[in-house]
């Protein structure tokens, strides 16, 4: 069985940090493409960070978070991080962890952990 867990979520002011793990279990690690989206009761789920398809060392960050986001793995633990500096309210939401084909579009991952609350204070 596919299992994506996440943690690390939880409240900050703005300017603080976080930083989200996601444990994956039941699939070969190097097989997918992992990536972290974020969504806001009401909004759809957008990309945060993801791996490119034919290189996994190379990262993609949506505009919104670029220069402030560090996505990384560890393959000895099986485990996706999303380092999170800087953080502004707009950065409030659900982070969710994904495992898949890669690109930004939640339809090409599979697998999908539980979400964990980030929420920036002002």
């Known amino acids: 069985e596919v299992q994506l867990v996440e943690s690390g979520g939880g409240l900050v002011q703005t300017g603080g940090s976080l930083r989200l793990s996601c444990e994956v279990s039941?699939?070969?690690?190097?097989?997918?493409?992992m990536a972290w989206f974020r969504q806001v009761p009401g909004q759809e789920r957008s990309g945060v960070s993801t791996?490119?398809?034919?290189?996994?060392?190379?990262?993609y960050y949506a505009e919104a978070v670029k220069g402030r986001f560090i996505f990384s793995t560890d393959n000895a633990k099986r485990t996706v991080y999303l380092q999170m500096n800087n953080l502004k309210p707009e950065d409030t939401a659900i982070y969710y962890c994904?495992?898949?084909?890669?690109?930004?579009?939640?339809?090409?991952?599979?697998?999908w952990g539980q979400g964990t609350q980030v929420t920036v204070s002002s």
């Open positions: 994904a495992a898949g084909i890669g690109g930004w579009l939640p339809t090409f991952y599979d697998h």
């Open positions: 039941g699939v070969t690690f190097d097989d997918y493409v």
């Open positions: 791996q490119d398809y034919g290189d996994r060392s190379t990262i």
